[in-house]
């Protein structure tokens, strides 16, 4: 049987699929195009459309949805799920906002709906959640999930490059957007932690009840005190499961060597996912890029083809509710170009002064840092989580010999 | 719908698989057990069969074949294939010598053949394989794949134990079976390899066709020396893809700490499958227990019900050929009690003498190697690759400085 599909979008997630099929099964090529701008100089010699009605109103039976603007997006995939259609999303801000909404659907018209490439790129983690923890019971997941975030903190560790070139590096290299916002303040994680928790614990917490924090504020001064240490820094998202409910938060972090996140470098992305049946799960590869993510949805195409939807067994058949995370208390390592920036976080905690900078180390609730979020910004603190790797009293020494090593 | 379960054997395995679905669906708990020895010990106040017909021969829809006899385990399997059945398998042995044959019971009678738990354990990686590389192309694949040899190596490295006593914590922790001589010799490993070869490329390699050498020849010496190079030994499983075939080879070798294989400890395993559109993606988690293993046994019955049954992709709808490897050159660190022990083995390359042992770095055939084993296996050789990790000219200077150590 010969299927029909139908493609939002020609950009690079796009050519990347587009090109896996044209190599594998010319079958499974797109029968039409749809894309938005005109103008727009466009790799391949297609025959593309500019209506979306050529897709939504025409018999087509897969829809594969790669285009950035999540409205439409959600346009798109909710009137092809409204056709039980099988569908097939990328888009990460529209999924982390719809799913409860998208999920009905499906269920309501007989459609299936798969988002691998959403998350994690390449790595085939919502698939695992979703059919490989049947009758487990997980605990905790931790990630790395934005590719040029940890392209950008590889090139401060490995290569002693400034934030601002190291991302011009990660646009040139095509791992961050042309507006990199997303990409370095972690937004991009917080919707991807959304749907990773959906599967993997079954609640929904949307993304904006999570605190976020990128890699904007991470100074060259933390690089060294880090190494200092002989730790990494990383942007981790973290979920923590409790008998009331999930914490969640997404922070750089100090990694220690013996963590399997300290060896994932460049546009990687890992999730280590623990449970109470099959211990740790480390899941590593490729984070961003044209191929590894055209690679998943090509993956969830021949899925779909198979007649394979996700099974939500966490929820238990139970609808979806919105809800909020717990407040959880995270020991940091708070630092700024001054006292001043500092002193209403930190509350009662000591200053530390060293190489120009101030620096404290206290334990921050997640629900305060949420609300200093603006100052944080406003004045470019840097805020490192100690994730259980080192004691507090090496951190302390490894600061004063910073300030010695300056003012010796 | 309720499904119909038989289970074959009461095992680590069954019992992992019972508990989990005691804990989690009733049922999904089997209707039927049948075991073979009357006189055992059994941890549940259960009803149990004597006789296979009690499952082959009375109407299940489902069959779970978890013994350890691979004979018997191939005559209930295809039994259960030959009545169109649902069937899930864990024994390694049966699978890597009957894959082809089962799989074409699966094709003619309509049934289904699910075997996650019979490599890596906890693992996804037969999954990931099947549905996450549609339209890839694998180039490479590595693991650890035996739990008890990984931990018994983290015993040699991180508490200096002798292999003999690493050998016996393993079985008292339960990882290593009463007869260990399966696990340490890799032969165990050589059963997984054939398996994950045929989903991640196609091909069907016997086990016996495979150069398998496990931790049984791993010196003291051997452990010092990696140590002194910052370097781990570790069970390593490789499949190379070239133009002309596999080469396939099991053996242990030097692993640094820029691979994270470096970081596997203790029962756990890893895979790393490099591919050309997902670049290398790495998949870590427990290699053995009753809960891992259980677990997979758990999601595949799941799967199961849901009608999931492998894709076969990279075999393209060709019917199963036995092959034969590539030969393969291994640059390798040789070592023994006596010359005269080496000396067949290593052609011209030069032996050097360091803490009473013999030593010689050279590149050997995986083919001579495969004639040689009786020899190697008689005289206690150990055989280390050195898996591109680093110069031979380091390691030389690194064996004449154990050399001073105990000569000086």
């Not at 590889?154 to 095509?174: H, Y």
């Not at 749907?195 to 609640?203: E, N, T």
């Not at 933390?222 to 979920?239: E, F, H, P, Q, R």
């Amino acid at each position: 049987m010969t299927n029909r599909i139908g493609l939002f979008g020609f950009g690079v997630v796009g050519q990347g699929y587009y090109e896996i099929a044209k190599n594998d099964r010319p079958s499974l090529l797109p029968e039409t195009i749809v894309v938005q701008n005109k103008n727009k100089e466009r790799p391949h010699s297609l025959q593309l459309s500019f209506d979306p009605k050529d897709i939504l109103n025409t018999p087509h039976d897969i829809g594969i949805e790669l285009i950035s603007d999540p409205i439409q997006a959600y346009d798109y995939v909710s009137s092809l799920l409204k056709s039980g259609k099988k569908v097939i999303s990328a888009n990460k801000k529209m999924l982390a906002a719809h799913l409860p909404e998208l999920l009905e659907l499906e269920k309501s018209y007989g459609g299936s709906l798969l988002y691998e490439a959403s998350a994690a790129a390449g790595i085939p983690i919502i698939t695992c959640l979703d059919c490989h923890f049947a009758g487990d019971h997980i605990s905790k997941l931790q990630g790395i999930l934005n590719g040029s975030s940890n392209y950008i903190l590889s090139r401060l560790f490995q290569d002693d490059l400034s934030l601002s070139d190291a991302v011009k590096l990660a646009q040139e290299k095509g791992f961050a957007e042309a507006d990199p916002t997303l990409d370095i303040n972690g937004s991009d994680v917080s919707s991807k932690l959304t749907i990773l928790s959906l599967h993997a614990f079954g609640r929904y917490i949307p993304e904006n009840e999570i605190l976020t924090i990128g890699v904007q504020h991470v100074h060259a001064e933390d690089v060294a005190l880090a190494k200092s240490l002989g730790l990494k820094i990383k942007l981790i998202a973290t979920v923590q499961r409790s008998q009331d409910g999930l914490s969640m938060y997404i922070l750089p972090a100090l990694v220690g060597e013996s963590d399997p996140l300290f060896l994932v470098e460049n546009e990687y992305n890992a999730a280590k996912v623990t449970s109470h049946n099959l211990g740790e799960q480390f899941f590593q590869g490729k984070g961003a890029g044209s191929l590894p993510t055209g690679a998943s949805v090509y993956a969830d195409l021949t899925k779909a083809i198979k007649g394979y939807a996700y099974s939500y067994d966490k929820l238990q058949g139970a609808k979806i509710k919105r809800e909020k995370p717990l407040t959880a208390s995270l020991e940091v390592i708070v630092s700024a170009d001054t006292a001043d920036a500092l002193a209403p976080l930190i509350g009662q905690a000591t200053i530390h002064q060293a190489q120009e900078r101030y620096w404290s180390i206290c334990t921050l609730a997640t629900e305060d840092l949420i609300k200093h979020l603006p100052a944080i910004e406003a004045n470019n603190v840097s805020i490192i989580a100690l994730n259980g790797s080192v004691r507090q009293e090496r951190i302390l020494d490894s600061i004063q010999k910073l300030e010695n090593v300056h003012l010796g």
